[in-house]
């Protein structure tokens, strides 16, 4: 229980070092903070891009809300059920917004392209999400912690944004995004935390195995997503694998509390 004790608490300041520890090592040319100000899309054709990107994000928030609307009856686990019924809440609400600046920037209701997306979700993901607590834990990871790291390339280098959606995601979407990942450590903490050793590796083993898979399932997807945010705001992916490969390795990690160093060779992004 001492390792435990002498962790850090995971938190943005630790975030934040995280990333810059990767960036240093992996991208070091990547500026620390943002160079320029963004623009609004204007021609028909960022117009278009951006309307795809934000169809996107909705069906990321979407996604995870039918997710989790699954799962909130099946585990009995009042803590946790708590914790969801907020994330389901916050997610929704950051879809909510998405779907209506989609509307006003497009003119035209995205809802239906909205789900489609969403649908993709759930092929590419299968079951997995909601196979039993240790697949629900991997979508968790995958579609809130393992994604930061790229989440903060994009505040750096992106180059078009909607003024509105970007005030939104400041007062609302970030904070509510940082409080899900501390709910989705707490969780997983909880459980952790009460069994031997021995059942820990066991624990462990289980939690690699699972999130492996669900990288596997999620490669695809990612490069597809990285080219469409790099065509539609302008980030730069140059370094998006690195960078992403070493802070999900970062994450797993800190949940299962082995040294970086300790953990197997990882399926790569590029994978
Ligand atoms: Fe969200
Ligand atoms: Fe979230």
Redesign the pocket.
């Known amino acids: 229980m001492t390792t435990t004790l002498n962790r850090a608490i995971w938190n943005t300041d630790l975030e934040l070092e995280i990333f810059n520890k990767i960036i240093q090592k992996h991208a070091p040319n990547l500026p620390k903070q943002r160079l320029h100000e963004t623009k609004a899309p204007t021609t028909p054709e960022e117009i278009e891009k951006f309307y795809r990107f934000r169809v996107a994000g909705a069906a ?2 979407l996604f ?1 809300v039918q997710v989790c609307a699954k799962v909130i009856g099946e585990i009995p686990d009042p803590d946790l059920q708590l914790f969801l019924s907020q994330q389901i809440g ?2 929704g609400a ?2 909510i917004n998405t779907r209506r600046r989609a509307q006003e920037i497009y003119g035209q209701d995205p809802i239906d392209d909205i789900q489609k997306q969403v649908e993709k979700h759930w092929e590419y993901m299968g079951d997995l999400p909601v196979r039993n607590w240790q697949g629900f834990l991997a979508f968790e990871l995958h579609y809130e912690m393992h994604i930061v790291a790229s989440l903060f390339v994009n505040g750096i280098t992106s180059t078009i944004s909607d003024p509105q959606s970007a005030e939104f995601s400041k007062t609302r ?1 970030k904070p ?2 940082a409080r ?1 990942r501390v709910g989705v450590v707490n969780w997983w903490q909880r459980k952790y935390e009460q069994v031997s050793p021995a059942k820990k590796a066991d624990l462990a083993a289980q939690v690699l195995e699972i999130d492996e898979e669900a990288q596997r399932r999620r490669n695809p997807y990612l490069k597809q997503h990285w080219q469409l945010t790099h065509e539609a705001i302008g980030t730069d992916i140059s370094d998006l694998p690195k960078i992403y490969d070493a802070w999900r390795r970062e994450v797993l990690a800190y949940f299962l509390e082995i040294p970086v160093s300790q953990l197997p060779p990882l399926v790569s992004v590029n994978d």
């Open positions: 990321h928030d995870i916050d997610d950051h879809a979407i509510e995004e899900h």
